[in-house]
């Protein structure tokens, strides 16, 4: 079974800098594109980063550029999500996703909640 | 950035009913990168319809999507119980993602 687990998730201070994980097993890891997708309460969804199967590109939405830094351990088969500088604004459940071929998100993680406050 | 403004924000329906979800773009949109997700409370989004009308594996067929360019579309052709959820469109281009800010069918 495909299947993603996150984790790392938690409350955070203000400027804090948490490591979110997500842990890949059913499918061939090291094929796959990994995004990162958050959803702040009571919101809509909002796509954070992507990493390509290798690891060696990766792009990310304007709004987390510089802050957020994504990258994955093929042998671990594990993507992570290093987050910096956090501020109340970040505060969401963050899940991680597969991307197939056709760049859509076919397969997703239930996600962790990082809450951002003092 | 392509910005998607996703029709009506809320759908009050009976089951049985047919749902019409709209997703304009404010620019042309690749069909092929054109999805709609379906996201039930307290879980994760799941895929529905790709390349703007190829349902995903486990969609029903009561779920179809149409449109090309900036205007698309995701029917539900009999609202099922289990159908009752907030929709997503997303589109994909440019190495990004953006999504709509969801449709919510809910039961009248």
């Known amino acids: 079974e495909v299947q993603l687990l996150e984790s790392g998730g938690g409350l955070v201070q203000p400027g804090g800098s948490p490591r979110l994980s997500c842990a890949a097993s059913?499918?061939?890891?090291?094929?796959?594109?990994m995004s990162w997708v958050r959803q702040a309460p009571g919101k809509g969804l909002e796509w954070v980063a992507v990493?390509?199967?290798?690891?060696?590109?990766?792009d990310y939405a304007d709004s987390v550029k510089g802050r957020l830094d994504i990258s994955r351990d093929n042998s671990k088969n594990t993507l992570y999500l290093e987050m910096n500088s956090l501020r109340a604004e970040d505060t969401a459940v963050y899940f991680c996703?597969?991307?197939?071929?056709?760049?859509?998100?076919?397969?997703w993680g239930q996600g962790t909640t990082v809450t951002v406050s003092s | 950035e392509i910005v998607l403004t996703q029709s009506p924000g809320t759908l009050s329906l009976s089951p049985g009913d047919r749902a019409t979800l709209s997703c304009r773009a404010s620019?042309?949109?690749?069909?092929?990168?054109l999805a709609w997700y379906q996201q039930k409370p307290g879980q994760a989004p799941r895929l529905l319809i790709y390349?703007?009308?190829r349902r995903a594996t486990g969609t029903p067929d009561r779920f179809s999507g149409s449109g090309s360019g900036t205007d698309f579309t995701l029917t539900i052709s009999r609202l099922d119980p289990e159908d009752f959820a907030v929709y997503y469109c997303?589109?994909?281009?440019?190495?990004?993602?953006?999504f709509g800010q969801g449709t919510k069918v809910e039961i009248k």
């Open positions: 996703a597969k991307v197939d071929r056709n760049y859509n998100m076919d397969v």
């Open positions: 620019q042309t949109v690749s069909t092929s990168y």
């Open positions: 059913g499918f061939t890891f090291k094929n796959s594109a």
């Open positions: 990493i390509s199967g290798g690891g060696g590109s990766k």
């Open positions: 997303q589109q994909y281009g440019r190495s990004l993602w953006t």
């Open positions: 390349g703007a009308s």
